[in-house]
């Protein structure tokens, strides 16, 4: 009986020595992969571009993609020929959201009252057409003319 005792209690140390003994994986491979993962993220986001400071913009590493794309978009401010004749007669064309000056759309009231003061003249009429416009964007254009001090006709 002291065999198997013996055996059993051989199996079980040698199950402990078993577990004990297992050979550690290296951590190498490991630490390699996590290094070469930083260096492409370092790559992607400075050496590209996708900075994070102020003289970075997406796609290039020197900052002029910012400068260029504004260059681009158009300005908000409203085209005005300079030197276009002024109308004697000034149809302003209000419809639900929109304010049509002329064939111009004002997209606010700053862009209406620059129309406004370059069409304006002594001669000038202007004629306030209500197409189902809502009533905020009716009273803007209203209070535009009042705020200007310039006489409007209201045609419904």
């Not at 994070?52 to 020929?81: C, Q, Y």
């Not at 189902?132 to 803007?140: P, S």
Request: proline share 3%; hydrophobic share 35%.
């Amino acid at each position: 009986m002291s065999s198997k005792k013996d055996d059993k209690e051989r199996e079980i140390a040698e199950k402990k020595a078993g577990k004990k003994g297992k050979k550690k994986r290296s951590g190498i491979p490991g630490i390699i992969l996590l290094l070469a993962l930083i260096a492409l993220l370092l790559y992607i986001f400075l050496g590209n571009g996708f900075g994070l400071g102020d003289k970075m913009g997406f796609g290039k590493g020197d900052g002029k993609a910012e400068e260029e794309t504004s260059r681009e978009m158009p300005s908000d401010e409203p085209v005005l020929e300079e030197d276009a004749e002024i109308p004697s007669e000034i149809h302003v064309l209000v419809e639900e959201k929109t304010v049509t000056i002329n064939g111009h759309e004002a997209a606010d009231a700053e862009t209406l009252k620059a129309y406004i003061e370059k069409y304006n003249s002594d001669s000038t009429k202007f004629y306030v057409e209500d197409k189902q416009a809502i009533l905020d964007t009716y009273n803007m254009v209203t209070d535009t003319f009042d705020e200007l001090g310039i006489e409007y006709y209201s045609v419904r």
